[in-house]
């Protein structure tokens, strides 16, 4: 099994940055993938961005060029840099992670959430 613990959420002013942790325990040897995923109030829950086994990265395009993810390796923690903030990336902030390298219980696991609001 993975436990996924998000922090870092808060209230900022538009234009200004937070960095969003992710940390990850149990069997993270089994974990090919990891993300950020968001959802609004009231909206559908959407990808911002994802960092494979193999280095590459993909980002929502409604944050390229101002999110960066990346990750720790010695401490198992994700992380989402996030910078040049908007009023429309108000929303919870999911970390996710893909356990198929490995075999069952389950190969899909998410995080608690932390609220990010960023005010005009």
């Known amino acids: 099994q993975v436990q996924l613990v998000e922090s870092g959420g808060g209230l900022v002013q538009a234009g200004g940055s937070l960095r969003l942790s992710c940390a990850a325990s149990?069997?993270?040897?089994?974990?090919?993938?990891m993300g950020w995923y968001r959802q609004a109030p009231g909206k559908e829950r959407e990808l911002v961005a994802v960092m494979h086994s193999g280095g590459s990265t993909n980002y929502a395009d409604s944050v390229k060029g101002r999110f960066t993810i990346s990750g720790d390796n010695g401490k198992n923690t994700l992380y989402l840099q996030m910078n040049s903030l908007k009023p429309e990336d108000t929303a919870v902030y999911y970390c996710?992670?893909?356990?198929?390298?490995?075999?069952?219980?389950?190969?899909?696991?998410w995080g608690q959430g932390t609220q990010v609001t960023v005010s005009s």
């Open positions: 149990g069997d993270t040897i089994c974990i090919s993938a």
């Open positions: 996710n992670a893909d356990r198929r390298l490995c075999g069952p219980p389950k190969y899909d696991y």
